[in-house]
């Protein structure tokens, strides 16, 4: 793709100290840059989609899949109280 882009100065210069020193095409220099500066040095590879593997499971009897949380609220609430009955 062709596009038109202002550079400074100081920075031409250094991109074309680059290609010098490297022996490559200022594009190719300031492609380069662009990457790392853009955090993408090489395209990533697609990722494969994650599975996890799942197993059948039973409730026990008893066991309110509603309320699994009720344990560690009422453990929370007496920590509460106990600490505000401590403070003067």
């Known amino acids: 793709m062709r ?3 202002t ?3 100081d920075l031409f210069h250094l991109l074309e100290q680059l290609a010098r020193k490297g022996d490559a095409p200022l594009k190719q220099v300031l492609n380069a840059a662009l ?3 853009l955090g993408a040095a090489s395209p990533q590879p697609p990722l494969k ?3 996890a593997q799942t197993f059948d499971c039973a409730l026990l009897p008893g066991a309110d899949p509603l309320h699994f949380n ?3 609220d009422d453990l929370d609430t007496e ?3 106990r600490e505000t009955r401590r403070r003067p």
């Open 79 to 81: 920590d509460f109280v």
């Open 70 to 72: 009720r344990l560690l």
């Open 3 to 5: 596009t038109t882009v």
């Open 35 to 37: 990457r790392r500066g």
């Open 49 to 51: 989609p994650y599975r």
């Open 7 to 9: 550079l400074d100065d």
